[in-house]
């Protein structure tokens, strides 16, 4: 099974960077939009992406405090670096798994809990992100009534963990956490609509941030079906498949998802060098 998704995986990056091959070679002209990307904007995209890696860093503190672990700021880094790096380059989405094993190793947290803490969390990543389409695509009132229903799941959803979860596996729910992780979740989604909206602006002078809400919300949705790294594949069909509510083209699409893999890449060996430098494998590996 394992194998088959492995494989299966594969099969949709090759198909995937075959029909950006393919595209480019039918559409020359979306390549020139391309050429308008400086080494300013490419500094300026990667900024986003360490802030966004803060609030990563913050998510995964207040995610451990849920559980009743407080954990050290230089391991979260650590730990968040080098998951962030696996969840690219490793077997599907491998960055929680390695998350979770990792604190089960050091802290005996039970993964059951780590787990509902996580599904808390990409919880909040859905109902932010559907808060964003509808923010994007609909009048303000349409967007207000959902927020509030967003706000409604959350409240209920609280009080079913607390009332469902068997004790010896149940999270300390504290609302407090709760809502810092929440607040800091919708953080790490307003950097990342930022960097899109600089991306998209760079292949499109005339997109606005409202469309580049619905295109952050849409792609976010699709890692929740992705089995490729860093959705590759899936984030494009997505994006593709739902022209209709941020009104993008095509070729605008195609083209500001190429600049922000290739930065994103740059990014990645930017973290490499310093789990490199810093010795992160090692030290997470050899946890007593």
Not at 71 to 91: C, D, Y
Not at 138 to 164: D, E, H, M, P, Q
Not at 191 to 198: E, K, Q
């Amino acid at each position: 099974m394992k194998f088959s998704k492995k494989l299966l995986s594969i099969c949709i990056i090759v198909l995937t960077i075959l029909g950006f091959i393919y595209y480019f070679i039918s559409h020359p002209s979306s390549l020139s939009a391309i050429k308008n990307l400086s080494i300013i904007n490419i500094g300026f995209i990667l900024f986003l992406y360490f802030l966004a890696l803060i609030s990563l860093i913050l998510i995964l503190k207040f995610s451990v405090e849920l559980c009743g672990i407080k954990i050290k700021r230089i391991e979260n880094i650590q730990l968040t670096i080098w998951s962030n790096i696996a969840n690219f380059f490793g077997p599907l989405q491998s960055g929680p798994g390695i998350r979770g094993l990792y604190l089960k190793k050091k802290y005996s947290l039970s993964l059951k809990k780590f787990l509902y803490v996580s599904l808390l969390y990409y919880g909040f990543i859905a109902l932010i992100s559907f808060i964003f389409i509808g923010l994007g695509s609909f009048a303000w009132y349409y967007g207000l009534l959902l927020i509030l229903l967003s706000l409604a799941v959350i409240y209920f959803g609280f009080n079913f963990l607390t009332k469902r979860i068997k004790p010896q596996d149940r999270p300390k729910l504290a609302l407090s956490i709760i809502i810092k992780l929440f607040v800091m979740t919708l953080i790490q989604l307003l950097i990342t609509s930022i960097i899109y909206f600089v991306e998209l602006k760079i292949v499109n002078k005339s997109i606005g941030f409202n469309q580049a809400l619905v295109y952050c919300g849409v792609a976010n949705l699709a890692l929740f079906v992705s089995i490729t790294p860093g959705a590759i594949g899936f984030r494009e069909s997505f994006l593709l498949f739902s022209q209709k509510l941020h009104h993008i083209s095509s070729s605008n699409v195609i083209s500001a998802s190429l600049i922000d893999r290739s930065v994103y890449i740059v990014f990645l060996l930017i973290l490499i060098a310093v789990a490199s430098f810093m010795h992160i494998g090692k030290n997470l590996k050899n946890i007593k």
